[in-house]
């Protein structure tokens, strides 16, 4: 963690108005979403900011807000 705090001396804001989906695949081919290569999917709705290198009171680098979030597994 002492190398991340060394290399972040920026800071950096990302605002998305509409839906944002990030998927993750439990296989390297990423077009099988069915049996071995099923994941999950973050979907965040309405107005997501991605802050990077912004303090906070929980010294997290990277941070998530959003009016709703959504975890899906697909089928």
């Excluded at 802050?51 to 929980?58: A, C, H, P, R, S």
């Amino acid at each position: 963690m002492i190398q991340l705090r060394l290399i972040f001396h920026w800071k950096i804001k990302i605002l998305f108005q509409n839906e944002a989906r990030f998927y993750f695949t439990g296989n390297c081919n990423t077009y099988t979403l069915r049996d071995e290569g099923a994941g999950f999917a973050l979907c965040w709705q309405e107005l997501l900011k991605i802050l990077i290198g912004f303090k906070n009171e929980d010294q997290e680098v990277v941070h998530f807000v959003s009016d709703t979030m959504v975890t899906n597994t697909p089928a």
